[in-house]
């Protein structure tokens, strides 16, 4: 929204300058797109949004976006006439998995006295793609207190250039309250990210409550921070709800020395190693493999995505290798460390499959040497080399290098004077930079927010606004590339997330104008689902 | 506060590990203190706050920890003993200035059945660090929902290393709200900073009214980003509450572009550059400095300190040399460019003087050759060597370099993995590092948070926790170096802030129980003056 004064003449110490606007502010910035000179204006207590099919997930977005294109109140009563945003859905499926269109189109114009607004998609996450690119048609005029769409008239033909564009969270190294997580859902929607990669537990805790073994969360941090099922799913319906697919990650062999709180004699062990964070499963044990697939089995019924992460990265050698009993099992089995890996994987792909689920892991037991089958997903922490590797061999990748959130210098040896402006590594930071063949087997990215020292008191400002310059680098055409006219969609797109309560900051020097929510909903999802809610999108999935 | 999980054994990524604790967890670290191993328990609803002497500030302060001391409500009545923390100050003075003593003395011990608790201080300033070094001996038990002082009994007897702690903000590139800058005096407060360094006007924006002078803040962002003269003194108020010294910043001849929205034609005209952030003042024209002195004879007497600050930074000669009016005066009054700018510099000088104020400027004028008088003070943001030229000239320094919170890399040449752990430079900075002789007239130093990529949105987590490190350093003694200890009470610090509703985020992997308080006071300050109090206060310091 143009609810916001820009100022251009001031860039000190920011490295790249905002260009004047010259038309609508949308982020991320659509394929195409035309606009006009004219303006509509907006009469709050007479504006419709009408669907053409019937779906509780398409009238949950619509009573939400009802709220959120007028995010400063009514504004005061105006004779504008009364205006219907028409949306036109093709299939009226409830269904949200990877590859799930989220085209739309977008037509604002006047025919004669009469606006015409029209969204049209194939899905109804298409719609709510486009919802949320019509709120940043708006504009707020503090003076009057009215509302208008300028630069009519307008027509957006949009769609994603990447199928999954995550944000991984880490809430083994810090609890993070459901209501915040939902928070977090909500910016991920708001900018068009699609994907909520939870990364549920590690070395430090296991938060997550399992059906079948209650005694697991005596891993958690405490009796206050765990999930339950019924907040779990919750979690995922409200994803759901947002068009976010929720993917867990259970991470196994390492980083899992939670899972022994509860199970003791399940961990490898290794002798000198105190850094308990990456201490491994031992694979020599039908035990952990018995306790995997049980936790995976409840977890599977939660996470109805068909996609789960297991995790598998850095898993320590020597850990294995040091382990008297684990040694011996290798000898027995005449395994070197790597064909150990192999078969500890190939367990967890038995069970994977034995749960029609489709595995996620890094790319560190690809890298290490183990065949992993061309169904997997390789989520690529290394570098481009790696990724080019992953997708020679016909894997599917997802690519996370370069976008590291946690880190001082993400992006290594490029630095800049301010710590925000990292956002630009982020943005310079293509899929495809380095990756010249099998192209098409790059379906996506994540943004990491690693948890070491963040959870919900900080999330938002360690994420966002740095986290838009990702988002749009997945949504939108590779050569949108210009960081000057990035900076003039990104800062005011910060101030609209802002209103609602997403704790973004500016990028230059400016003036955000806020509403009066926005510390209400600052920790706080802002459209809560009731019970009933929950298990009907629960049921819409099956 | 101890009511906070420790996690020792999970250090991953984290370049220092905490120590195990062996006592209380006091920060900033006491200069000296003795504890041992008893318990007392407390009964909130049998538990005073008695001082002897009567004094509204004071009073104020016993009111707020007895909420603090408390954060999670009564807890469960329990039989414990009554229990009275008995404040004795020498003095019932009011009066807040530099070298004001902080000196305080706690004693926590039982005598037979009885609690005996006593803080000693010599001013009510000093009683306030006590009262919160006090909060901080209070663990509460999540389990029992009760409080209880642990380590008892404690011996404590401390002071600040330096007299000028403070905090640099900049509501010149984005407009803070009032009630969030009092949300900032609490956060210093907590961590015994005493100045809050309120660097209100820039080049881009000056947002504070003025009696003689209301259309000046034609130049701020707009009519909502404009601090009336009421909320400025409520601000100072709310400083002098928490016994935190409000010190302006009102940047003159640079960072000043901002004056000429309503004043045109006082500016230098600095052909070729755009980047108007930096542009000055003419020092040719006499309107300039009436201006200035009107300005600040406004704001003297809202800004009771006796210090004030008028910048003097940044100058660009090359603006001044190339002004071809500026260029023919100088040449008429046989300056070079340094002669000019003493001329502007004596002219300040002149104008506080008048308003019996002590000069604060940066360092910029003594490095570009200006002769300073020595009642003044410098602030040095260059290096040791400039601060140690400044103290040899026999002129007092704070120092600030090394403390630039908005940097991606503050110290040059320290880098970590993770960026929260920059902490480790700020800690390591010592202001006398570097700085060997006429040690003494460095009285402090201030963390430094520019505004250009900061707002209320992000401010507490672009200075929490990081920010802790600082106030340590400037008010534990020089030889309190260890980085692990400082850990192991730094991340629950943070944590006990946060109870608060400072968003100040965690240092490792474990937990922080928080308050359902801590998003209510998240972007407000908890503890509100009346309109009678900020003017009782006002008049208490005459």
Avoid at 292 to 316: A, N, R
Avoid at 365 to 390: H, I, S, Y
Wanted: glycine fraction near 6%.
């Amino acid at each position: 929204m143009l609810y916001y004064t820009l100022v251009f003449l001031f860039i000190s110490l920011v490295s790249c300058q905002p260009t004047p606007i010259s038309g609508p502010l949308i982020t991320p910035l659509p394929q195409t797109y035309t606009f006009g000179s004219g303006v509509i204006r907006l009469n709050t207590g007479f504006f419709d949004i009408a669907a053409n099919i019937e779906s509780d997930l398409l009238n949950n977005a619509i009573l939400r976006y009802q709220k959120l294109f007028f995010p400063f109140g009514v504004g005061y009563p105006t004779n504008n006439p009364i205006a219907t945003l028409n949306i036109k859905v093709s299939s009226d499926s409830e269904i949200l998995q990877l590859y799930v269109s989220e085209n739309y189109t977008i037509s604002v114009e006047m025919v004669g006295q009469s606006p015409q607004l029209e969204i049209i998609a194939d899905t109804i996450f298409g719609a709510m793609r486009a919802l949320e690119t019509f709120s940043q048609l708006i504009s707020y005029d503090a003076q009057s207190q009215s509302y208008s769409i300028p630069f009519v008239p307008i027509y957006i033909d949009d769609f994603p250039r990447f199928p999954w564009r995550g944000l991984q969270i880490d809430t083994g190294r810090h609890f993070i309250p459901t209501s915040f997580l939902m928070h977090i859902i909500e910016s991920c929607a708001y900018s068009k990210l699609n994907t909520l990669h939870w990364h549920v537990s590690d070395g430090e805790s296991f938060p997550a409550e399992s059906k079948s073994l209650p005694n697991i969360t005596l891993g958690a941090f405490g009796p206050l921070a765990i999930y339950t099922i019924a907040d779990m799913e919750e979690i995922v319906a409200y994803g759901l709800s947002w068009g976010v697919r929720v993917l867990p990650e259970f991470d196994v062999p390492a980083h899992s020395f939670s899972w022994s709180t509860a199970f003791p004699g399940i961990m490898a062990n290794c002798p000198g190693d105190s850094d308990l964070d990456g201490w491994p499963l031992s694979p020599a044990l039908p035990e952990a493999y018995d306790l995997i697939s049980k936790i995976y089995t409840d977890m599977s019924e939660i996470f109805i995505d068909k996609y789960f992460h297991s995790g598998g990265d850095e898993l320590p050698y020597a850990c294995w290798d040091n382990d008297p009993v684990i040694a011996n099992w290798m000898t027995q089995n005449n395994f070197s460390t790597t064909q150990a890996e192999q078969y500890f994987e190939d367990q967890i792909t038995n069970i994977l499959d034995g749960l029609q689920k489709t595995k996620v892991i890094w790319h560190d037991p690809f890298a290490n040497g183990c065949e992993v089958r061309k169904d997997t997903v390789l989520q690529v922490w290394d570098n481009a080399q790696m990724a080019q590797q992953v997708v020679n061999a016909g894997i599917r990748a997802i690519v996370s290098y370069d976008w590291y959130l946690d880190m001082q210098i993400p992006v290594p040896g490029h630095t800049h004077y301010e710590y925000e402006d990292t956002w630009l590594d982020f943005y310079a930071a293509d899929p495809l930079m380095g990756v010249t063949t099998n192209t098409e087997l790059v379906i996506g990215g994540e943004s990491c927010m690693w948890g070491e020292q963040v959870d919900h008191r900080n999330f938002d400002v360690r994420v966002w606004p740095r986290t838009i310059a990702i988002a749009e680098r997945l949504w939108s055409n590779e050569n949108v590339t210009d960081t000057n006219k990035a900076l003039t969609r990104f800062d005011p797109f910060s101030c609209h997330i802002s209103n609602r309560g997403i704790n973004s900051g500016p990028l230059y020097p400016d003036y955000c104008l806020l509403t009066s929510d926005f510390s209400q909903y600052s920790h706080q999802p802002r459209f809560k689902l009731t019970k009933e809610q929950i298990k009907n999108i629960y049921n819409s999935q099956k």
